[in-house]
């Protein structure tokens, strides 16, 4: 973010003035090439589940902004036909 001009961005307001409880971090990730998501119309489907990532981190109390998240935990999801 800071390497953006915050004033060209369609909401300028910079993480400093938008963040009220730095307590908490929402990201979503999505994947760029597809082959986790079934697609209608798509042909045979090779695979039979899907691995669905489900990242629940949390920070220590007293951690500072830029230490890394203490546990990560991902949730294997069987493909419903």
């Known amino acids: 973010e800071k ?3 915050v004033d060209t961005l ?7 003035q938008r963040v009220q409880d730095p307590k ?6 999505v994947c760029t090439h597809l082959g986790c998501v079934p697609v209608a ?3 045979d489907l090779v695979a039979t589940t899907v ?3 489900v990242h629940t981190t949390t920070l220590p109390e007293e951690s500072a902004e830029d230490q890394l998240p203490s546990t990560s935990k ?8």
């Open 3 to 5: 390497a953006v001009a």
């Open 10 to 16: 369609r909401d300028p307001q910079h993480d400093d």
């Open 24 to 29: 908490w971090l929402v990201v979503i990730g």
């Open 41 to 43: 119309n798509a042909g």
């Open 51 to 53: 691995l669905a990532t």
């Open 74 to 81: 991902y949730q294997h999801t069987p493909l419903q036909m």
